[in-house]
């Protein structure tokens, strides 16, 4: 499941991404309503969390534009404690839920989780590259009918390809969505993580390859 994360401050954004991740999300953040619109406008999300006091555009506008072409994702905006105005704001903006600031992290979670049951009622959807089919929904990758065993961070990485197919990846945007972006462990870690899930792919000798490498640009899955 990807989730847009829209919020300037940073610790709160590092906290939220970090968090999410733990809970086997993958995870885009914008800092301003600019980078939000654009974001929204090139990529899939499953949830959009959205801070309504944000630089540029504002959260509210975000939310109206978003739903002019969407109307099925789901928006939980954040507002502060006692901003009971901006919440009806949001709400009639096309937001679904919102959770006031300071927050509980379980809290919120839960919330996600309620509000992604509720979408995949009505939108279920299995992603799909020739015989490899992830569902984001329950969280099992099979190859050829066979069930994949994938490490938390195996099956990140295998789904932000599956959500981007055709599209190469560079090892900034992967380290950026898979891993914390300030990630400063060995600087090999994308290549060795696209060797293991190679590995994990070839079921059977019949396998064709899907991760394809980019001499000088990235990688992409096709």
């Known amino acids: 499941m990807q989730i847009l994360v829209v919020e300037d401050e940073y610790k709160i954004a590092q906290l939220l991404k970090n968090g999410l991740i733990e809970e ?17 406008s090139v990529n899939t999300y499953d949830l ?18 978003f739903r002019k072409t969407n109307q099925t994702t789901p928006i939980l905006i954040l507002t502060a404690k006692d ?16 959770v006031p600031k300071p927050f509980s992290f379980a809290e919120l979670s839960a919330r996600i989780r309620a509000l992604l049951r509720r979408g995949n009622k009505t939108n279920p959807v299995i992603l799909q590259i020739d015989d490899l089919s992830l569902d984001p929904a ?13 490490t938390a961070r195996e099956y990140e990485l295998l789904e932000y390809f599956m959500h981007h197919p055709h599209v190469v990846l560079t090892k900034t945007q992967l380290l950026e969505h898979v891993w914390d972006y ?4 060995f600087s090999n870690i994308v290549e060795t993580y696209i060797k293991y899930l190679r590995q994990k792919l070839r079921v059977d000798d019949t396998s064709k390859e899907l991760i394809h490498t980019v001499r000088g640009l990235g990688y992409k899955i096709s």
């Open 48 to 65: 959009v969390l959205l801070d309504l006091m944000i630089p540029g555009v504002d959260g509210v506008s975000v939310c109206k534009e």
């Open 182 to 185: 300030n990630y400063e462990g």
């Open 138 to 150: 329950a969280k099992i990758a099979k190859r050829n009918g066979h069930m994949l065993s994938l």
């Open 83 to 98: 901003a009971i105005e901006d919440r009806v704001k949001g709400l009639d903006a096309g937001a679904d839920d919102y």
């Open 24 to 40: 086997h999300y993958t995870v885009d953040v914008a800092k301003d309503g600019d980078e939000a619109l654009y974001k929204l």
